[in-house]
């Protein structure tokens, strides 16, 4: 996190810490509230998030494509009604659209049906690529669920992060601010210099400062978790200190072989190949016949006298493209063109995949393994603090070797909490790369 890295930087050059119970500052760092935990602020984000919505409802629309492409299977039936009062009553032809009936006096209703019998597999192949692209929308609204919970967790762990760096700030601001109060009434006994009183208070401002700007970080990172979770106002209750991180694989090659198979995307880009695939079925099939039955029946109870009082008829169409331009070749050239554009896309994302599984858990690993060395550094700076200390007790050594020592322990305190919620928003990454946040 390279704002907790930003922050370390100006507290080791401002702050002191002593020996202090984390514990004992939580209640001036948090608000009295309901803790909010992890699985919660997940939860919320998935009810609340316009991303998902928006996903959510692109599924729904593909969907409806779907039964769209399937309608040519089912006959069409309409009903019409016509009335006509000829105005000249001596008309009994017409040019153009109009006929001899439609001219007449007359008033008749009646319905029409029509089925498409076959078109030899171009609605078949249209209604698959449908169902497919129905699919990817479905994965790509997965997609989208699993990026919002990867963000809600590195910003959940972003927050725990800088409450860690308030909680050092506040009490390395408390320290300085005893320092400065002791040593100020060493130096009216004249047990102490006036420089080191000077130098402490001006320490004690520069740990105000960082307390100042640590609230501040930690006041972004909530508004940050606010947005990442779909709320309108900053999140204000406390958050669950998560486990003890889990120890990685041994290797990313079991998570490689799971990413292939869970990953949202990949899904999508595979079912949006086999549509194009489909497409290109279809526009093969535009140059073949297509076979249709309709019927029409109705009553006519006013009309010429030429006329009969209901009509009914039935028939088939067969319909055989000769020459368009070229226009079907053409559409077919593109459909194929577009199938194997999408089969290149679905190898690159295989190698996207991998590279992105093995990147993650190297910066995964490289936080774990930090864990252990920053531990370390935390004990072996304490103890250097512990005997500077003693020293300046003791009269053996100045303000600034007590000031570096403290400066040091700083420092290992905040890379501490740093490597520890680094390592959990790095494994966040991980999962999701991996495709177990589905």
């Given at each position: 996190m390279p704002w907790i890295k930003t922050l370390a930087v100006a507290c080791a050059l401002s702050l002191t810490v002593a020996?202090?119970?984390?514990?004992?500052?939580?209640?001036?760092?948090?608000?009295?509230?309901?803790?909010?935990?992890?699985?919660?602020?997940?939860?919320?984000?998935?009810?609340?998030?316009?991303?998902?919505?928006?996903?959510?409802?692109?599924?729904?629309?593909?969907?409806?494509?779907?039964?769209?492409?399937?309608?040519?299977?089912?006959?069409?039936?309409?009903?019409?009604?016509?009335?006509v009062r000829v105005a000249d009553t001596g008309t009994s032809t017409a040019a153009g659209a109009l006929t001899t009936s439609s001219i007449s006096d007359h008033f008749a209703y009646?319905?029409?049906?029509?089925?498409?019998?076959?078109?030899?597999?171009?609605?078949?192949?249209?209604?698959?690529?449908?169902?497919?692209?129905?699919?990817?929308?479905?994965?790509?609204?997965?997609?989208t669920k699993a990026q919002v919970r990867c963000n809600v967790r590195d910003a959940y762990y972003q927050v725990l992060g800088a409450e860690a760096v308030l909680r050092a700030a506040r009490a390395a601001q408390s320290n300085r601010h005893l320092v400065a109060r002791q040593l100020s009434a060493l130096a009216q006994n004249e047990l102490r210099s006036t420089v080191d009183v000077n130098f402490a208070e001006v320490l004690a401002s520069e740990a105000d400062l960082a307390v100042v700007r640590a609230q501040s970080a930690m006041a972004q990172q909530r508004a940050h978790l606010a947005t990442a979770m779909g709320a309108t106002q900053s999140i204000s209750a406390p958050l669950i200190d998560p486990v003890t991180p889990d120890t990685l694989p041994l290797d990313p090659d079991s998570l490689e072989a799971l990413a292939q198979n869970q990953r949202a995307d990949l899904n999508a880009a595979e079912a949006q190949q086999k549509a194009a695939q489909q497409i290109a079925a279809a526009e093969k099939r535009s140059g073949y016949p297509t076979l249709g039955l309709g019927g029409a029946a109705g009553q006519i109870p006013f009309h010429d006298h030429t006329l009969h009082d209901s009509y009914a008829a039935a028939g088939f169409n067969l319909s055989i493209p000769i020459f368009n331009g070229w226009l079907f070749a053409a559409r077919r050239a593109e459909a194929e063109s577009e199938a194997n554009a999408r089969a290149s896309d679905v190898k690159e994302l295989h190698l996207e995949i991998t590279e992105q599984v093995r990147n993650n858990w190297q910066r995964a690993n490289e936080a774990f393994q930090s864990l252990d060395v920053t531990a370390r550094l935390v004990v072996q700076s304490k103890e250097a603090l512990h005997l500077a200390q003693a020293r300046y007790d003791a009269g053996l050594g100045s303000i600034v070797e007590l000031n570096e020592a403290q400066v040091n322990e700083t420092s290992a305190e905040i890379a501490a909490a740093d490597a520890n919620y680094t390592y959990l928003s790095r494994r966040a990454e991980l999962d999701f790369a991996a495709g177990l946040l589905n």
């Open positions: 020996s202090y119970d984390i514990h004992a500052q939580d209640a001036q760092t948090l608000p009295s509230a309901t803790p909010l935990p992890l699985s919660q602020a997940e939860a919320i984000a998935i009810a609340n998030q316009p991303r998902i919505m928006a996903a959510q409802l692109r599924s729904r629309a593909a969907a409806a494509r779907v039964h769209e492409a399937r309608s040519a299977y089912f006959p069409a039936v309409g009903f019409n009604a016509t009335g009646g319905g029409q049906i029509t089925q498409l019998v076959t078109d030899f597999g171009r609605t078949s192949a249209l209604a698959a690529s449908s169902k497919l692209n129905s699919q990817a929308q479905e994965d790509f609204a997965t997609l």
